[in-house]
């Protein structure tokens, strides 16, 4: 009996709390009829009111939808009425708490008679202010071709000329058919040449790449500095290929003296004389390596050529002749070492074999100077002492045995036959292949000694004597 009684006190207590809930959601419900009633019958204010009072505790989601698509357009209603009155700030108000599609479309020309009754009182910072609104939330509307117009005035008015550019560039890319964008283009050619000195001035600092973008924006739209502006971007891609051919960037020197000329076209010549000019100094350094037989080397140079002339046909000769020159080049050197292992043992008439050889393949001064020394040697082997002989005698066409024949010639005339000599004589000196070749003039008041070291791996004549060094010099005792 008392679990029967225990239920039936569940049951009731289930059953209120339903009809409580019935009734909050029907008074809730009732709510929004009366907010709805009131906006058919275009009493906004009090709807807008009501409105708010049901959004705030429904759970309704579809109602609640529905609710604020009404509640908005009596804050659109409300604001069309402002708006048919003029009262601007509150029709913007409205719209603006609207927030529709609708609303927007008055939105815009709300804002924009507002910044038009401030430019008209010359309160430029408020008229920017309503521009603003405008440009940043309206983009779609009518009125943005004359608002940019009436701004890059207000821009320059005040001096902020790059905000003036900025909004030319919008206006001139986005409506380049308006009256507005034409009409203001004189304008904006009084201040290219700002823009152009300032863009001068990152060139003046080598800032090359800012002041292509600066001329390069510049360039986009109609002026009289058009060309102008193509001209000097031009010479800007010409500094840049200056400074990547400092570093040997060859890839971007001929990109950007390509750019050169897409921009200027006047200057093909010029163009075509600096590529010239690149292969050339390019082919010379390219000889400088193969003259230090660094042909590997020289032909990976050499080949930069292609880059700024394919195919470039001095350039393919010059790797050709390269090529060859180095596997004549390495046969040379297995020669002239050969000759060396020859001379090491003084062998030097096989050295002096191998090094002909060598040279007959390959002609380099160290060979060369080998071959000289090689003679000299095989001669000193022989007859050293002859062989000293005949390196006094031929010495400048034999200016040694003529200066002391000379001078013996005027001894002779100053005593006859009291004069003698002594013939010339050759004796060994101190060091390896060195000998000593003497001439001696006596006479009864004085002797001449001449006396002479020579090196006959060398030929070098060295005097011992003041005497024996004016012979050298040409000048005769007398």
Not at 203 to 224: G, H, I, R, W
Not at 366 to 382: D, S, Y
Request: proline share 2%; hydrophobic share 40%.
């Amino acid at each position: 009996m008392e679990l029967n009684n225990n239920m039936k006190l569940k049951i009731v207590l289930i059953i209120m709390i339903l009809i409580t809930a019935v009734s909050s959601y029907s008074w809730v419900d009732n709510k929004y009829d009366t907010a709805h009633q009131l906006y058919m019958k275009s009493n906004y204010v009090m709807a807008i009111k009501h409105f708010d009072s049901f959004l705030e505790t429904s759970q309704n989601g579809a109602l609640s939808t529905q609710a604020e698509l009404e509640r908005s357009d009596c804050y659109y209603q409300l604001g069309s009425k402002a708006y048919v009155k003029e009262n601007w700030l509150l029709a913007a108000r409205l719209f603006f708490l609207s927030n529709s599609e609708i609303a927007d479309l008055k939105l815009d020309d709300c804002y924009f008679m507002l910044a038009q009754q401030q430019l008209e009182q010359n309160a430029l910072n408020a008229t920017l202010k309503y521009y603003e609104k405008i440009t940043s939330y309206l983009k779609g509307s009518e009125h943005i071709p004359e608002l940019l117009f009436n701004r890059i005035k207000i821009y320059i008015e005040i001096g902020n000329n790059l905000a003036a550019f900025e909004d030319y560039h919008f206006l001139w890319m986005n409506y380049p058919e308006s009256n507005f964008t034409k009409d203001i283009q004189p304008s904006i050619d009084d201040l290219m040449p700002v823009f152009i000195n300032d863009a001068l001035a990152l060139k003046d600092s080598m800032e090359y790449d800012l002041a292509v973008e600066s001329f390069t924006k510049l360039s986009q739209y109609p002026s009289t500095f058009q060309h102008e502006m193509f001209v000097h971007i031009s010479e800007l891609y010409l500094l840049k290929a200056e400074m990547a051919l400092v570093n040997k960037e060859y890839t971007l020197v001929r990109e950007n003296l390509d750019l050169a000329l897409d921009n200027n076209k006047e200057i093909q010549i010029e163009i075509d004389n600096i590529i010239r000019d690149i292969c050339s100094s390019i082919i010379q350094e390219g000889n400088e390596l193969i003259n230090i037989f660094k042909f590997d080397e020289a032909i990976e140079v050499i080949k930069s050529c292609y880059i700024m002339i394919p195919e470039y046909e001095p350039c393919f000769d010059l790797i050709n002749d390269t090529e060859d020159k180095k596997q004549r080049y390495q046969a040379a050197l297995e020669h002239e070492n050969s000759a060396i292992n020859f001379e090491t043992e003084k062998n030097f008439s096989a050295a002096y074999s191998d090094y002909n050889k060598s040279y007959n393949l390959f002609n380099t001064n160290r060979v060369k100077e080998k071959i000289f020394i090689m003679g000299n040697l095989i001669q000193a082997e022989k007859d050293p002492k002859e062989f000293a002989m005949k390196i006094i005698n031929s010495y400048k066409n034999g200016i040694i045995p003529l200066g002391v024949s000379i001078a013996e010639s005027s001894v002779i005339a100053q005593y006859g036959d009291e004069v003698k000599n002594s013939g010339w004589k050759v004796y060994y000196a101190i060091g390896e292949y060195k000998y000593e070749v003497r001439f001696d003039i006596l006479s009864p008041d004085e002797n001449y000694y001449y006396s002479w070291r020579v090196n006959l791996k060398t030929r070098k004549i060295t005097s011992l004597n003041n005497i024996s060094e004016d012979v050298l010099k040409g000048k005769v005792h007398e």
